[in-house]
């Protein structure tokens, strides 16, 4: 009874949220950003629940990002104004509740993984990753429309039960997966064994909480702050070298730096470098360039801003 009120707490108010963020959130332009920020925008109405964004390793100045729940298992390529190039149905899969993206090289192949472990209500008795190959388009006229299939899939669980857990990141160097659990109030890191081609059902085990995030640089009063959701994460992603991770919440970002022999856990029990963000209606994706040069910030509500951040301390 306790876990169904709250269930039915929590719907009303992200229904409020979605609706009154829309409304009362303004849309930042470039005259308004800082000098290292600049910005595309998403118009298309087709990508206006954008959850997840992976940086293209194979077409450079190609992002990829898909909708979260209830919309149906397609990614989206769109160049960095914003401009919508392809549409890439995953056959055999559906979007139960498709969160995070990642990107990363395996066997002289590029990889996106899809996170299908959104669980508002804490209900879900296990959980999909879904690993594409990501596709060769310099042949295809755009835009496009194409369809691809997983090249696996991974069921897990995690080892303490059920979590909402919007942000997750692929350490290939390390054969690691890792997720970060979203409505604890203290984030709880949880790992996975990367395992290719696996039909067991998998378990992510709890590593420990990490660093409670800074406050934000800037104070804002959309609902999200007022219901006290600023500090929960939506995303994160490792730079290609493995020297770093980023990590999304609803109020900024936060750049932790990494050497190759330190744990993700004590990594990101240490202090980060606060990357302060503009003021959005509900920032969902994150993710570094190919080159770990450059990250970008997708979010949801249209219009909705595509931001590229084109300096921080970590970057090579």
Not at 114 to 127: E, H, K, L, V, W
Request: charged letters at 20%; one cysteine or more.
């Amino acid at each position: 009874m306790f876990r169904c009120s709250k269930l039915i707490q929590f719907s009303f108010l992200s229904v409020l949220l979605s609706l009154l963020s829309c409304s009362f959130t303004p849309v930042p332009d470039n005259n308004s950003l800082p000098e290292n920020m600049t910005s595309g925008y998403l118009t298309s109405k087709s990508i206006a629940e954008a959850s997840g964004i992976a940086v293209s390793r194979k077409h450079p100045g190609l992002l990829w990002l898909n909708n979260d729940s209830g919309n149906s298992p397609v990614l989206f390529a769109v160049n960095t104004d914003g401009k919508e190039l392809v549409r890439m149905t995953i056959n055999g899969t559906k979007n139960k509740d498709w969160e995070d993206l990642a990107i990363f090289a395996y066997n002289q192949h590029t990889y996106i993984l899809i996170a299908d472990t959104g669980d508002n209500g804490a209900s879900r008795s296990s959980y999909q990753l879904h690993f594409i190959r990501e596709p060769e388009l310099s042949d295809i006229a755009l835009p496009a429309n194409i369809s691809a299939e997983p090249e696996w899939s991974v069921t897990f669980r995690y080892n303490d039960g059920s979590h909402d857990c919007e942000a997750v990141a692929v350490d290939i160097k390390h054969q690691q997966i890792l997720l970060l659990s979203k409505r604890e109030d203290i984030p709880v890191l949880y790992m996975l064994p990367f395992t290719p081609g696996s039909s067991t059902t998998a378990t992510a085990v709890k590593q420990g909480v990490i660093r409670p995030f800074p406050q934000p640089e800037k104070k804002h009063f959309r609902l999200i702050d007022l219901f006290g959701y600023t500090l929960q994460p939506t995303a994160m992603d490792i730079r290609s070298d493995g020297l770093g991770i980023a990590i999304l919440t609803y109020g900024d970002a936060y750049y932790y730096p990494a050497s190759e022999h330190d744990s993700w856990l004590s990594v990101l029990r240490q202090k980060p470098e606060i990357i302060a963000l503009p003021e959005l209606a509900q920032a969902e994706g994150i993710g570094f360039d190919a080159q770990s040069r450059n990250l970008f910030v997708v979010t949801e509500k249209l219009p909705a801003p595509l931001l590229r951040i084109n300096r921080y301390s970590g970057q090579p």
